[in-house]
């Protein structure tokens, strides 16, 4: 049987169980909250948000909600997602727990912050290439 291709977050959360859904819903109102000027994406067949390149992501899976926010903000946040299971650039948050929102609200301000930094860096990095062949012609004061 084929997988599912998601056009939008509403047609992703409708279509996960019911256990999942109230979760769902918290999660995206917190993250577009959090991030009111990132806009809503379908990618890699979950929901993701972009600002500035990519944002996170955020899924349903069998017994929690995880919540991409890469390595950065990870690591940022070791200490407060302690309790959780993680990775390199997850955090799982179980079924029957509350979500931590004023966590994953201060984890997505720091992706938009990091976003910006990165974005802000790559422009200033980036230098208008000469023109090739072309002299500048220096004449003497008379």
Known sequence: MDKARFQSV???????????RPGLKLLRQTINKAAPDAVE????????????????YYAAHTSHLGLYAMPGAIIAFREKIAKYVSSKATIQFPFGEP???KLISEIVKFRVEENLTRSKLKAKSAKPKAQAGKTKRI???A
């Open 139 to 141: 004449t003497p004061n």
């Open 41 to 56: 994406v379908i990618s890699y067949n979950m929901p993701a948000l972009k600002y500035n390149g990519m944002l996170l």
């Open 10 to 20: 509403d047609e992703y959360i409708k279509a996960q169980p019911a256990v999942a």
């Open 99 to 101: 979500l931590p929102v």
